[in-house]
């Protein structure tokens, strides 16, 4: 069983930053790739940023250019690096781990952005 547990979220303003963490229970390598997602109120969950095993990156075109995805293979953490933050970036962010075709999940940790 793979555990995932976030961390850093967090009350900040507009224009300010924070990272977030995402502890793997497993040598991260092990899995195909690894991803953050985010689910606001009333809203669907969505894809923020993922990185592969080989170490590809993929944002959503609100991600870009504020937020950066990287990981520390020692200590099996992939962290979110979220600058620019808008009041539009407040929700739960969730940490994904993908192997095959099984998916884990966090638990979630809340940002939430003041204007």
């Known amino acids: 069983q793979v555990q995932l547990v976030e961390s850093g979220g967090g009350l900040v303003q507009a224009g300010g930053s924070l990272r977030l963490s995402c502890a793997a229970s497993i040598n991260i390598f092990s899995l195909n790739a690894m991803g953050w997602y985010r689910q606001a109120p009333g809203k669907q969950r969505e894809l923020v940023a993922a990185m592969s095993s080989g170490g590809n990156t993929r944002y959503a075109d609100s991600s870009k250019g504020r937020f950066t995805i990287s990981r520390d293979n020692a200590k099996n953490t992939v962290y979110l690096q979220m600058n620019s933050l808008k009041p539009e970036d407040t929700a739960v962010y969730y940490c994904?781990?993908?192997?095959?075709?099984?998916?884990?999940w966090g638990q979630g940790t809340q940002v939430t952005v003041s204007s």
């Open positions: 994904k781990g993908e192997r095959g075709a099984l998916g884990y």
